[in-house]
């Protein structure tokens, strides 16, 4: 089976600058959870949708960070205005529940911000 | 409070020894535990998990992990170490539907 597919790979912006990030899960699952994962640290949660609904996103900085799953399928992360503390890569993962499922990621976004 | 705990920030071991990678948990009721492996350059992938049942359970490339609810812990496990294990390995945990993720520990496997 296809696995979870990010795009883009790489961003480089400036500060100030809005950033998108996209992700596509696994067919069929209904669980998807964005993460940031900065050098050197575990992964962050930022909001994991069930289906097309939220969860949580206790630790999403809503001031200027954003994320939809409008048809329960794939889903967008977006940054703006982006800070220098935002450089980081952004994981997708996507599991079949949110039980005892184990996750499956993809490959990451390496944000820079300068 | 923090729900995982990865003690080591680093872990050296010499090839063909075992090795023992630590973690400690904390969380209201039956936990679902698991070890996640992060190779230089490419994604993190899922290695085992417990759910219930036996508290020995086996995972990919031979390693496996032990569930010890007194002691709240789910130390990785491998008998004998490759070059190749060296990596960065995470625990996590899901607490009340929401995943919780260790700091990390970095493997390293010397020739």
């Known amino acids: 089976e296809a696995g979870v597919a990010q795009s883009p790979r790489y961003k480089i912006i400036e500060k100030r600058q809005s950033v998108a990030f996209w992700c596509n899960p696994i067919?069929?699952?209904?669980?998807l959870y964005w993460y940031q994962q900065i050098l050197g640290q575990g992964p962050k949660l930022l909001i994991q949708?069930?289906?097309?609904?939220?969860?949580?996103d206790s630790q999403l900085p809503k001031d200027r960070f954003s994320a939809e799953r409008l048809k329960g399928v794939d889903s967008t992360l977006k940054i703006q205005p982006a800070k220098l503390e935002d450089s980081a890569v952004y994981l997708c993962?996507?599991?079949?529940?949110?039980?005892?499922?184990?996750?499956?990621f993809g490959p990451g976004t390496r944000l820079t911000v300068l | 409070a923090q729900s995982v705990a990865q003690p080591e920030d680093q872990v050296n071991v010499a090839e063909g020894n075992p090795l023992t990678v630590k973690c400690t948990y904390s969380?209201?009721?039956?936990?679902?535990l698991f070890w996640y492996v992060q190779y230089p350059n490419r994604g993190l992938q899922f290695l085992l998990k417990?759910?219930?049942?036996d508290n020995l359970v086996k995972g990919s490339y031979g390693f496996e992990a032990e569930f010890n609810k007194s002691q709240t812990s789910f130390h990785l496990k491998k008998p004998s170490a490759l070059v190749s294990d060296s990596a960065l390995y995470f625990c996590?945990?899901?607490?009340?539907?929401?995943?919780?993720w260790g700091a990390g520990t970095k493997l390293i496997i010397k020739p």
């Open positions: 993962a996507s599991s079949s529940s949110s039980g005892g499922n184990e996750q499956f």
């Open positions: 067919s069929g699952h209904a669980t």
């Open positions: 949708f069930q289906n097309n609904g939220v969860v949580d």
């Open positions: 969380v209201s009721g039956n936990p679902y």
């Open positions: 417990y759910i219930t049942g």
């Open positions: 996590a945990v899901r607490d009340s539907g929401l995943p919780h």
